[in-house]
C-alpha cells in the first residue's frame, strides 16, 4: 500500500511518522521549507508514547505528478484549509485511491464528495494532541493518539479498510475500524461543537466554567442542543456515549480547553465556521432552536472579524 500524507505537521507528522516507522511506504507531500528540515533531520516525534527520529520520504508539489497515483491518502489539514488541499492532493488521486479525512466536523464531506467522488472517500476522525513549532519536531502532548475510520455506505468490512487497519495495526497506533462511522463521526462532532462553543465563548476551561453559578445547566444545555441536531440528521448517539461526554463537559475542576480556544487566543484563526457555525446551520435547517450555540458562534464570528480588520 502506497500511502501518501498532506503535509508533515503535527497530526499528520505524528501518524504518517509512526506508519513509516514501522517500514510501511509513506510519503509525505509538503512544501519545500518543509522538504529541507525533513532532509537535514528526519522526521522527529516527541511523545510520551516513544521518541523517534525518521528519516522519510517527501515530495513537493511539482513533483508529486510523476510519483502519483497513490493507494491511500491521508488528509489531516485545518478545516479551513480544505480547498487549498484538495488542490494539493488532486494530482495524487487515481481511479483506485482512498482518502482517508481526519478532519473535525462534517463540513467537508460533501466538497470532498463533490470533488473526487463518494466511493473514494472514507468516514474519519482521530483523537490527538499536537503540535509542529518553528524546529520542525512534532510534538505529541499527551498519550492518546488513536484514528477511527469505515465506509460511510456499502460493506462496512471492506478490503481497503481491512487492509488500512492492518497498516495502522502494524504501526502500533490505536485505531478502530468501524461499522458504525457516521455515528461515531457525530459523537465526537457534537462533543467537540459543546467544548469549543463553551470554552471560547468562556475563555475559561471546563472546570472554570462549571464553577460558576449556572455553569453546569449552561453546558448541559448547551450539549443537548448539539445532541438535538444530531438527532434530527439520523445519528444513533447511544446512552453511554452522552453520559461520558456530559461528563467530561461538566467535569469540577478539569483543566480541558478546546484546541480552538488555544487558536483563538494565540490570534490565529479558527475552525469556528467549520464546527459551531455549521452545527447551528444544521440546527436552523432542522427547525431546532439552538439560542446558546447562536451566542457562541456570534462571538466566534466577532472574533475573526476582529482578527482580519
Known amino acids: ?29 509538503v512544501r519545500p521549507a518543509r522538504a529541507l528540515q525533513l532532509q537535514a533531520d528526519g522526521l522527529v516525534i516527541r511523545s510520551p508514547l516513544g521518541d523517534a527520529k525518521i528519516p522519510v520520504q517527501y515530495l513537493t508539489a511539482d513533483q508529486l505528478p510523476a510519483a502519483a497515483p497513490f493507494d491511500l491518502i491521508l488528509l489531516s489539514c485545518k478545516a479551513y484549509d480544505l480547498q487549498s488541499s484538495i488542490e494539493a492532493i488532486a494530482p495524487a488521486m487515481g481511479e483506485n485511491t482512498t482518502l482517508l479525512p481526519i478532519l473535525n466536523g462534517l463540513h467537508h464531506y460533501e466538497t470532498l464528495d463533490q470533488r473526487f467522488g463518494s466511493n473514494h472517500v472514507l468516514g474519519g476522525l482521530c483523537f490527538i494532541s499536537v503540535t509542529k513549532p518553528a524546529s520542525g519536531e512534532v510534538q505529541h502532548l499527551g498519550k492518546p493518539a488513536s484514528v477511527t475510520f469505515g465506509e460511510r455506505a456499502g460493506d462496512p468490512q471492506s478490503e481497503r479498510c481491512t487492509a488500512i487497519a492492518a497498516a495502522f495495526e502494524q504501526a502500533n497506533v490505536e485505531c478502530k475500524h468501524s461499522p458504525t462511522i457516521n455515528d461515531d463521526i457525530w ?6 461543537t459543546a467544548l469549543a462553543a463553551a470554552t471560547c465563548l468562556m475563555r475559561a476551561s471546563v472546570g472554570a466554567i462549571v464553577a460558576t453559578d449556572g455553569g453546569r445547566d ?25 453520559e461520558q461526554a456530559l461528563g467530561l463537559l461538566t467535569q469540577p475542576g478539569s483543566t480541558v480547553t478546546a484546541s ?41 464570528q466577532a472574533y475573526a472579524g476582529q482578527r482580519k480588520s
Open 260 to 300: 480552538m480556544l488555544r487558536d483563538l487566543q494565540s490570534g490565529q484563526q479558527i475552525e469556528g465556521e467549520q464546527i459551531v457555525g455549521d452545527m447551528l446551520e444544521r440546527a436552523q435547517a432542522a427547525g431546532i432552536d439552538a439560542p446558546t450555540l447562536a451566542v457562541a458562534w456570534c462571538h466566534l
Open 218 to 242: 449552561f453546558m448541559q444545555r448547551l450539549y443537548g442542543e448539539c445532541l438535538a441536531v444530531a438527532a434530527a440528521s439520523g445519528a444513533a448517539i447511544s446512552a453511554g456515549a452522552k
Open 1 to 29: 500500500m502506497r500511502i501518501l500524507i498532506l503535509g508533515a505537521g503535527g497530526t499528520g507528522g505524528y501518524f504518517g511518522g509512526r506508519l513509516a516507522q514501522a517500514g510501511l511506504d509513506v510519503t509525505f507531500l
Open 187 to 192: 459523537i465526537k462532532y457534537s462533543f467537540l
